[in-house]
């Protein structure tokens, strides 16, 4: 028997306003203790030096802390405390962190935190640490900056915009320069005619008024630079951080910054939708979502690609490369203007268009942001923006990336924090998109950034001076702020770290994120298809893989993403089916035994981690078909071809070849999801995982999922234990022919249950399961 006990319990976009919330008071005895603050490259702002005791107000919209020693006592037996195949419980009382004093503004609902799981407790003083630091920033923030609602709409001040009058208002942060100037067509490009005023911290603004006629004058479309006068006296021309727009030329390598202010941008006309109980997402990329060899537009994607994505049944998207970057092969994750919407595949009110008409269907829309580092490029990147090696970044060596080869951000300062949460808040404003990915958080969480760093999950591997708690802390505030102004928008974290509580609330001393990507599932797929016979596959151990998450952590299961289709690596249709999807994908050629197999077993993979493997599902665009070869965008090394940077969704259109048999499979699996709604049900009770047999059976959402994964062996009157009696018939099949199978069960057959306990359940029914197939029962006594 195996029991996963993991319990989880309308304005256009264009029109959203954050809902502020009355002040929280801190309660009496609360003193403020003193906590690394954030660092000025100039002398802070007045106020900033410390926190006062008492009379000041709490942070808007943060809980109430609360003071005392936190957590009162632990009640019940130990939660599960493990994720993804990559952690274990460490022993309780093993860790004692000698760390600083952290009496003051205390995590409101920490006990509930250490109560669930007790194997934390050791660490209450990191978490409380964390808490605090959160806290006095956030509290900084209300003081010094008008509150978190003024401090993250920066991105409405800096850069270049335009009054309503006609006026530019200019305003860039560069500590290291000895003067700015901005410079563009519309003066000429004269360098030194339109200086900027020094103001303090760091800070230079400029204001061009109006021209007589009342136009702006800087016009929409016109190019632009920042002009820099470094400390060496060097001249520097510069893209703004702040650029919403930029583009290349085909002669040349770098980008340029174009003025992007139409007389009339996009209006969007839909809602978006509801929050999401369960996401099923498409993750997408634009520019390869054609089968044609070159960059595709959001315009394709916006009328080719999104009706393809409704009908198979997802209900997000999730858009990769959308932050520019001028290296296309970087996959969107070298970003060097992160408030610009890549110009390669349109404009930014193509993208809006897109997202607008993805919200009519009822699509959520999140974007992959990438606040884990930046391109190193200078000319069209943020690096050396000012002319010295730190501004957005730490300097030195602590400041690069050492694999990636990429700059890494201070979150300590500032400017950087109000940078990033502005960069967000533009993103779900301005383009309407719902929520976000945040790429590479392991990097960012620890000061190693995972190189070299396995995690076995011990917890003292999360605790300690290894962590970037000035990270963490941004991440804490970035979740707070979506949540807080945009209730509705959904965030995600790329870490395979396994952090406990990082998709906890921020007032329990956790991240705040509503969702973490469970990574040990692809990695255990690979592994088990490169190395075993189908013999030697592990009913446990596979089950152990899909179940094994945190407890009241919310996982994104998948068999696989981008990164098993990057060029390198090969995609599960491939690894199965390899060199035979060139010669044998057709039905007019013979079912041969390894394609065959790959077929089947494609559907069962996919099948079994979408039911079992977590609370919502993630499928990379075109692998739903079993999309053949792998991705590898222009480079040197392949002659700059897009023979493989491009999806070929035509193959499912035709009748003639076997992908359509998989893509019909995703879309009902989906559809079934959809009207049964298991990715927001309670965890599966996994009644039997038989090693000699290869079967693995369990329920969910009222449902009864049965797998047979041995390769020749099929079972006639196989019992299977079931909770709720009645009569059950088949919903899904993966053996039927619509979707490649070999029809072996009959769908009018109707299972009785019996009262004969079997596994652990009260009841049990007989069933005919053939080899390498996955059947879903449905109670029909009970049906939706």
Known sequence: MFRCFEFSTDTPLCQR????????????????????????????????????????????????????????????????????????????????????????????????????????????????????????????????????????????????????????YCKEWAPGAEAVFLTGDFNGWNPFSHPYKKMEYGKWELFIPPGQDGYSPVPHGSKLKVVIRAQNGELLYRISPWARYVVRDQDKVNYDWVHWNPP?????????????????????????????????????????????????????????????????????????????????????????????VAHSMGITVLLDVVHSHASKNSEDGLNKFDGTDSCFFHSGPKGTHQLWDSRLFDYSNWEVLRFLLSNLRMWIEDYGFDGFRFDGVTSMLYHHHGIGTGFSGDYNEYFGLHVDEDALCYLMLANHMVNFLHPECITIAEDVSGMPALCRPVAEGGGGFDYRLAMAIPDKWIQIIKELKDEDWNMGNIVYTLTNRRYEEKCIAYAESHDQ???????????????????????????????????????????????????????????????????????????????????QFNLTDDHLLRYRFLNAFDRDMNKSEERFGWLASPPAFVSEKHESNKVIAFERAGLVFIFNFHPYQSYVDYRVGVETPGKYKILLDSDASEYGGHQRLDHNTEYFSEEYPHNYRHNSLMVYIPSRVAIVLQNTDNAK
């Open 17 to 168: 306003s954050p809902l502020l919330s009355p002040p929280f008071p801190p309660p009496p005895g609360a003193p403020l203790a003193p906590v690394p603050l954030l660092r000025f490259s100039q002398p802070p702002p007045a106020g900033w030096e410390g926190e006062e005791e008492g009379g000041k107000e709490a942070p808007r919209g943060l809980p109430q802390p609360v003071g005392g020693s936190g957590r009162q006592g632990v009640r019940g037996p130990p939660a599960p405390a493990v994720y993804s195949g990559r952690a274990r419980r460490g022993p309780a009382g093993a860790h004692k962190m000698a760390a600083a004093n952290t009496q003051g503004p205390r995590a409101p609902k920490l006990p509930q935190l250490l109560e669930r799981d007790p194997y934390l407790a050791p660490f209450e003083q990191d978490f409380q640490r964390r808490y605090a630091l959160f806290y006095n920033r956030l509290k900084s923030i209300e003081e010094n900056e008008g509150g978190l609602d003024k401090f993250s709409k920066s991105y409405k001040t800096f850069g270049v915009n335009q009054f309503v009058d006609g006026g530019v």
């Open 264 to 356: 009339q941008s996009y209006i969007c006309k839909h809602r978006s939708p509801e929050r999401l109980k369960s996401l099923r997402i498409y993750e997408s990329h634009v520019g390869i979502a054609s089968p044609e060899g070159k960059i595709a537009s959001y315009k394709n994607f916006t009328y080719n690609v999104l009706p393809r994505i409704k009908d198979l049944g997802y209900n997000c998207v999730q858009l990769m490369a959308i932050m520019e970057h001028a290296y296309y092969a970087s996959f969107g994750y070298q970003v060097t203007s992160f408030f610009a919407a890549s110009s390669r595949y349109g404009t930014p009110d193509d993208l809006k268009e897109m997202i607008d």
């Open 565 to 647: 289709a990057l060029v390198g690596d090969k995609t599960l249709a491939f690894r199965l089916m390899d060199a035979e999807m060139y010669t044998n994908m057709s039905v007019l050629s013979p079912l041969t035994p390894v394609i065959d197999r790959g077929i089947q077993l494609h559907k069962m993979i996919r099948l079994i981690t979408h039911a079992l493997g977590g609370d919502s599902y993630l499928n990379f665009m075109g692998n739903e078909f079993g999309h053949p070869e792998w991705l590898d965008f222009p480079r040197k090394g392949n002659n700059e071809s897009y023979h493989y940077a491009r999806r």
